[in-house]
């Protein structure tokens, strides 16, 4: 579903992200792990073209990820929500649902709305919404096109409680339905329960990558936990 290739990006002579490869299967919830600079964010803004690569080849679903037809499988929920000032919440969906052909899309919107708790917030305007409340409506206008790549760049940064744990639910529903996903988080647990497979970044650099059973019996005959881990292959040398 999801090939890179070599991936390189440089701002000036400094790489953010240094000649790095991997591939996502049909299905597979990946996180992607590192501290804050770690790469996490270029990586995931240079595959959905939001940034230019450097050097490198990246391929969604067998066709290059800068084309249309690349666009139509996969969504992205950024780690700083933006939404139009002057939509209200409501009209963000009908926009979303336009630029995708979404039929039916009215009963989809209810269902994501009573999800999140944006019932009463649907005549809101955009600009009028906290970080908290613009996440949410990032994340239903990401679910309406039902694609079946998803890229989620910090997705629990702002969200309540209950927020995070439908967002939680909704990875595990979007993965029975064969999806693939890729979540990018310095925050371990917000994926350990919900990942098949983790890799880990440093420095521009991926140093783990390994399915979650694997790592975590290899931590367990360590006597280490998957957070210790962590935090010994992105320690300072």
Same mark, same amino acid.
């Given at each position: 579903m999801?090939?890179v290739?070599?991936? %390189? *990006?440089?701002?000036?002579k400094q790489?953010?992200?240094?000649d =790095? &490869? ?9 996180g992607?792990?590192?501290p /804050?600079?770690a ?7 240079? =595959?959905?073209?939001?940034l230019?690569k450097?050097a490198? $080849?990246?391929? =969604? ?7 249309? #037809?690349a666009?139509?499988y996969? &969504?992205?929920?950024? $780690?700083?929500p &933006? %939404?139009?000032d002057?939509?209200? %919440? !409501? ?7 336009? #630029?995708?052909?979404?039929p039916?899309?009215? !009963?989809k919107a $209810?269902?994501?709305? $009573?999800?999140?708790d944006? /019932? ?10 906290s ?10 206008? #990401?679910?309406?096109?039902?694609p !079946?790549?998803?890229?989620?760049d ?9 927020? @995070?744990? /439908?967002? *939680?639910k @909704?990875?595990?529903d979007?993965k029975?339905?064969?999806?693939? =996903?890729?979540? &990018?988080?310095h925050? @371990?647990?917000?994926v350990e329960?919900?990942?098949?497979r983790i890799?880990?970044? *440093?420095?521009?650099? @991926? %140093? ?14 360590a006597?280490?936990?998957l ?5 010994e292959?992105? *320690?300072?040398?």
């Amino acid at each position: 579903m999801l090939e890179v290739i070599g991936l %390189v *990006k440089k701002y000036g002579k400094q790489n953010a992200v240094n000649d =790095i &490869s991997f591939s996502l299967q049909g299905g597979e919830v990946v996180g992607l792990l590192g501290p /804050n600079g770690a790469g996490k964010s270029t990586t995931m803004k240079c =595959i959905v073209g939001l940034l230019r690569k450097t050097a490198g $080849e990246i391929y =969604i679903g067998g066709h290059d990820h800068l084309s249309v #037809a690349a666009k139509r499988y996969f &969504s992205y929920i950024p $780690e700083t929500p &933006s %939404v139009y000032d002057l939509l209200t %919440v !409501q009209e963000h969906m009908q926009f979303i649902a336009q #630029a995708y052909a979404v039929p039916d899309w009215k !009963q989809k919107a $209810e269902e994501l709305f $009573e999800y999140y708790d944006l /019932n009463d917030k649907k005549d809101k305007l955009g600009r009028d919404l906290s970080k908290g409340m613009r996440q949410k409506v990032s994340i239903c206008c #990401a679910l309406l096109p039902d694609p !079946q790549l998803l890229f989620f760049d910090e997705p629990m940064i702002g969200l309540d409680p209950k927020a @995070i744990r /439908n967002t *939680k639910k @909704i990875f595990k529903d979007l993965k029975a339905q064969g999806k693939t =996903i890729l979540v &990018s988080t310095h925050l @371990i647990d917000s994926v350990e329960s919900i990942a098949d497979r983790i890799m880990i970044m *440093k420095d521009g650099n @991926i %140093v783990g990558n390994d399915t979650l059973e694997n790592l975590k019996r290899q931590m367990v005959e360590a006597g280490y936990s998957l957070e210790d881990l962590f935090l010994e292959l992105t *320690k300072d040398e």
